[in-house]
Antibody, heavy 118, light 113 residues
Framework: QVQLVQSGAEVKKPGASVKVSCKASGYIFIESWLHWVRQAPGQGLEWLGRVNPNSGDTTYAQKLQGRVTMTRDMSSSTVYMELSSLRSDDTAVYFC???????????WGLGTLVTVSS | DVVMTQTPLSLAVTPGEAASISCRSSQSLLDSDDGNTYVDWYLQKPGQSPQLLIHKLSFRASGVPDRFSGSGSDTDFTLKISRVEAEDVGIYYCMQLTEFPLTFGGGTKVEIK
């Protein structure tokens, strides 16, 4: 089954870090870039960056540069998004999404809620 | 960054009637390298992940009913629903993938009257 399975919800304190995983299955992992998008409560969608599962190359949104790291583990077909120095406005649902062969976001994870609260 | 300005903020539509959502970009989204305009439209139903409706301006994604259509050029884009159905409720987003960082419109909430 073609899917992206994300890790469970997290609660973190301000200043801490969080690492969210996204495990791909049902397709050839290295063939498609995986992107991260977040959605704050009641708000719109914000693109965070992308990782190439084959090369490990990354592109990040300038806004998060220095705080976000996207990596991949080819042995488990999993990508990770780590966000450091968390603030309350990082509270959001974090989605991973595949940009497939037609250059579209054709597969999304269900999202991981990250709550930052003291 | 490319700013995507989406209007209206919300829309209440009678089933069977047409609906139209507009998206305007702060710069041309025509990719001069390949001639594509990388504008997609997504629908996010309550509690769900976004789902692709239209890609590259006007191509319907697999399984999307033909009552959905996308059009436009350069900086002005439109999503039309020819006959709204109850299952079409949710928030619609335009997105540009021509320039990094990728950016989304603010969303249009569609409700049924």
């Amino acid at each position: 089954q073609v899917q992206l399975v994300q890790s469970g919800a997290e609660v973190k304190k301000p200043g801490a870090s969080v690492k969210v995983s996204c495990k791909a299955s049902g397709y050839i992992f290295i063939e498609s870039w995986l992107h991260w998008v977040r959605q704050a409560p009641g708000q719109g969608l914000e693109w965070l960056g992308r990782v190439n599962p084959n090369s490990g190359d990354t592109t990040y949104a300038q806004k998060l540069q220095g705080r976000v790291t996207m990596t991949r583990d080819m042995s488990s077909s999993t990508v990770y998004m780590e966000l450091s120095s968390l603030r309350s406005d990082d509270t959001a649902v974090y989605f991973c999404a595949r940009r497939g062969s037609a250059e579209v976001f054709d597969l999304w994870g269900l999202g991981t809620l990250v709550t930052v609260s003291s | 960054d490319v700013v995507m300005t989406q209007t209206p903020l919300s829309l209440a539509v009678t089933p069977g009637e047409a609906a139209s959502i507009s998206c305007r970009s702060s710069q041309s989204l025509l990719d001069s390298d390949d001639g594509n305009t990388y504008v997609d439209w997504y629908l996010q139903k309550p509690g769900q992940s976004p789902q692709l409706l239209i890609h590259k301006l006007s191509f319907r994604a697999s399984g999307v009913p033909d009552r959905f259509s996308g059009s436009g050029s350069d900086t002005d884009f439109t999503l039309k629903i020819s006959r709204v159905e109850a299952e079409d409720v949710g928030i619609y987003y335009c997105m540009q993938l021509t320039e990094f960082p990728l950016t989304f419109g603010g969303g249009t909430k569609v409700e049924i009257k």
